[in-house]
């Protein structure tokens, strides 16, 4: 039994088509690349904030806190506090970010390209596409199974519905570029608000804090409060998160794709600083949303799958007229997080990846259909990889070892790229290479019988933490390894 | 209540601050649209998209 009325289909109808006519209203102003991809530079701090906040909560994301909610109680909103501090700090700081956007670069491969070259620009590049790509291909399925268990969908519509989405998505976003996402990711933004704020109301005066804090003491006791004495975290699961978080602070393509869009690097920073408590929101309100999942539902219910507590607890919790409110947040989530990571993926394709085939200038206008081309194709790709083609085994081992190679190797580069002058293009391959083995290493022991409990020992955490220490160890080693520039002779002196 | 007192806050303080957020960031949020859309149409005026290209990575 579910909630969701002819009432709410309304509500949601009216959202989408608010949301299509602003996203298609915008093209108009598109006259050359760099209106496309970073919205000529031209973004406020208001409309930065939206937007950021907008496109790193999708429905993903609203289902991964949940769950770590159900599964660690407070302790689970851990890693949203930590990149909340980041956040904030890199704001007050500028650490690495200014020099990132001082460059006024369209992407962070483009800014290594000016240190190490044009073979490392092209490296990365394939790098955050692949980390990129790969991360978003699970979007789609795992959106659409939080349609199908809140407002009860027949789940054989979902991969229809969900490519209907993602079209309405793709034709905005390939029109209008930059300038639609953030005029969208503006009207959700203030969708998804309304909901999370409405329902996590609804949610604590229905169930209650001291229903909620018996719940997770019951539970998990002091653990659930403090991950520190947590059974399953402790404080290698809290460094590993330091290291993760900040990483992805400074070197999350999406993210940092609002900061390169913003008119000016002060603006740019009140961006991060303004955004940061949000990445506190972002953990604890669906944490508490499975909190009460956990106080609400038995485990029969519940049955193995943890991730679809929450929605299975919100399609009775939640009543018709606020379902409509709930599913268009949870839908406009899920719009602003597919745009900007469709423009942001497509972007460094066509800046980095394709740099080397652009011997000479190209007009704007080829620029343009390059672009929404390559935008195009990635809706394809996301169709066919993470919907209609189901993908099989432990996806958030996989999405783990993904975001690590990218995060790793990518966050090494761009601090010892802004601060380190020793550093060069012998580090930086060594990073990358050394950035990608080290998680690839970790998930084949797991998967082999005979190193399975060794892995098993040395656990995702503290594998975690060694890549980022090796990753920075290959940075210098390697950079040391190269001649200096001093110690060979002016005419060999190359980048 | 009070033995989880931090967290009680820190739910507390992401209501409130969200809430406010959400209308504050609205009302900026629609003149920095305007503004934006602004400046590119009167950026564009000046430029075309034939124009000779400038340096597509600036």
Redesign the interface.
């Known amino acids: 039994m579910n909630n969701f009325t002819w009432f709410d289909g309304s509500i949601v109808g009216l959202y989408l088509l608010a949301t299509m006519i602003a996203g298609i209203a915008?093209r108009k102003?598109v006259?050359?690349?760099?209106?496309f991809l970073i919205?000529?530079r031209?973004?406020?701090?208001?409309?930065?904030?939206?937007s950021l906040a907008a496109t790193e909560f999708g429905v993903v994301t609203c289902m991964y806190t949940a769950q770590n909610g159900y599964e660690f109680g407070?302790a689970g909103?851990t890693p949203g506090i930590i990149t909340a501090a980041a956040m904030y700090l890199v704001g007050v700081t500028g650490f690495c970010v200014k020099p990132l956007r001082d460059a006024?670069?369209?992407t962070i491969p483009?800014l290594f390209q000016k240190r190490f070259g044009d073979r490392i620009r092209w490296a990365s590049g394939v790098v955050i596409v692949l980390g990129g790509l790969l991360n978003m291909g699970v979007f789609l399925r795992t959106g659409g199974e939080f349609l199908v268990l809140v407002a009860g969908f027949d789940i054989k519509y979902l991969e229809i519905t969900m490519s209907v989405l993602l079209l309405s998505v793709a034709v905005y976003t390939i029109l209008g570029g930059m300038?639609s996402v953030?005029?969208t990711d503006?009207l959700q933004?203030?969708v998804m608000?309304?909901g999370?704020?409405i329902v996590?109301?609804l949610i604590?005066s229905q169930v209650g804090?001291?229903t909620l804090?018996s719940t997770v003491t019951a539970h998990y006791g002091a653990g659930g409060?403090n991950p520190f004495v947590h059974p399953k975290m402790g404080w290698p699961y809290v460094l590993f998160n330091v290291f993760l978080n900040l990483a992805a602070v400074l070197t999350w393509q999406t993210t940092i794709a609002r900061l390169l869009a913003a008119k000016d690097t002060p603006t740019g920073l009140k961006v991060y600083k303004g955004t940061s408590?949000?990445f506190?929101?972002r953990f604890?309100?669906p944490g508490?949303w499975g909190i009460a999942a956990l106080a609400a539902l038995s485990p029969a219910v519940v049955g193995g799958n943890t991730l679809q507590a929450m929605p299975k607890f919100l399609s009775t919790a939640v009543p018709s007229g606020l379902m409509g409110i709930l599913i268009a947040a949870m839908i406009a989530a899920d719009m602003s997080t597919d745009s900007s990571y469709m423009l942001t993926w497509g972007s460094v394709i066509y800046?980095d990846i394709l740099?080397p085939f652009?011997k000479t200038?190209?007009?704007?206008?080829r620029?343009?259909r390059w672009n929404r081309s390559i935008i195009a194709l990635i809706g394809v790709f996301l169709l066919f990889y993470g919907l209609w083609y189901p993908l099989k085994g432990d996806l958030w081992t996989y999405l783990g070892v993904t975001g690590t190679i990218y995060l790793s190797s990518m966050s090494v580069l761009l601090i010892a790229c802004s601060y380190w002058k020793r550093a060069n293009s012998w580090g930086a391959g060594a990073a990358i290479i050394v950035g990608a083995i080290i998680p690839t290493g970790f998930l084949v022991l797991e998967q082999l019988p005979s190193t399975r409990e060794a892995a098993a020992a040395i656990g995702p955490y503290f594998s975690g933490i060694a890549t980022y220490l090796l990753t920075g160890a290959a940075m210098v080693i390697g950079s040391l390894l190269k001649p200096s520039p001093s110690e060979i002779s002016p005419e060999r002196v190359s980048r | 209540m009070m033995e989880h007192w931090f967290w009680l806050l820190l739910t507390v303080a992401c209501v409130v601050w969200y809430s406010s957020v959400t209308i504050y960031v609205a009302v900026k949020g629609m003149r920095d649209i305007r503004t934006m859309l602004e400046n590119i149409a009167a950026g564009s005026r000046v430029g075309s998209a034939d124009d000779p290209p400038g340096d597509q990575s600036a």
């Open positions: 915008v102003y006259g050359n690349v760099e209106h919205a000529g031209e973004m406020n701090v208001y409309l930065g904030i939206a407070f909103a006024r670069v369209i483009e300038l953030l005029v503006f933004f203030v608000s309304a999370l704020i996590t109301i604590l804090w001291s804090t409060f408590f949000f506190v929101c604890l309100i508490i800046n740099a652009r200038r190209w007009s704007e206008r620029g343009l």
